[in-house]
């Protein structure tokens, strides 16, 4: 795999514009720019969770890896906060109405849709997720 | 995001451009709480010109919605494109609001 975007940055909301234009720039360049809708959300859901919940208080750093080989681009992003497996979380109930529905907990449920595949792994000290786009194959 | 509001006779439309992300959907659920304060009951939200939501955008709309829900006001939505559309579809929305093709559809809601 060669790698075509690298980024090691606070993990903070301010963040987030110069993140999703290193993922988009090295997406356009590895010729997924019909992914690029699908990749800023779930890049964007996955790095805002991070900055929430990963170090309350102490934010440090997101460091994301962009890679394309054989019709697939993968995004692995990398925080050293507390472990927590964003797919582990269970689907939110789309049926309820405005009074009922909780506020949140789309974001992972977001990611799920939109790409092709995502798996997380714990390394010591670190959580790391993994998001895949198919070339051709857009699920929906 | 910029946000311009046009006062019609039934309903305010909102219309709503560029990016409503976690950086940006705050000010929308600022503005329509502000809009709630000063009386406002019933919203027309324009999206022809949103290029991209977020669930930070969709959490913002459900907030404003709720509080809208508790003054008996209405929300209503109109013009979704592209991106935006299908975030709506996928995350349940186009079952809870109602959701029309054009301004001038949405503002017949009312």
């Known amino acids: 795999m060669s790698s075509t975007g690298h980024i090691k940055i606070p993990a903070v909301l301010e963040s987030l514009p110069v993140i999703t234009e290193c993922v988009t720039g090295a997406a356009a360049a590895a010729g997924f720019s019909a992914r690029i809708g699908d990749m800023e959300l779930a890049l964007e859901e996955a790095v805002t969770n991070v900055f929430k919940y990963a170090n309350p208080g102490n934010p440090g750093e997101i460091e994301i890896d962009c890679a394309s080989a054989e019709g697939k681009f993968s995004v692995e992003i990398r925080d050293s906060g507390r472990e927590f497996d964003i797919t582990k979380l269970p689907d939110p109930d789309l049926s309820m109405d405005i009074s009922e529905r909780p506020i949140g907990g789309l974001g992972a449920y977001l990611i799920k849709k939109v790409t092709d595949g995502v798996s997380y792994r714990r390394l010591p000290g670190f959580n790391v997720l993994t998001l895949v786009f198919n070339l051709g194959n857009t699920k929906h | ?110």
Do not use: C, W
Request: no cysteine; charged share 25%.
């Open chain 2, 1 to 110: 995001m910029t946000i311009s509001t046009k006062k019609e006779p039934n309903a305010l439309v909102l219309t709503v451009s560029g990016r409503m992300d976690a950086v940006t959907a705050p000010e929308f659920e600022k503005s329509v709480s502000e809009l709630i304060a000063q009386g406002e009951k019933n919203f027309l939200i324009d999206l022809s010109a949103l290029e991209y939501i977020s669930s930070a955008g969709l959490r913002s709309i459900l907030a404003s919605a709720k509080r809208l829900k508790e003054q008996n006001g209405k929300l209503v939505f109109s013009g979704l494109q592209g991106h935006v559309k299908e975030v709506f579809s996928i995350s349940g929305f186009h079952g809870i609001f109602k959701i029309h093709d054009t301004e001038a559809e949405g503002l017949k809601d009312f």
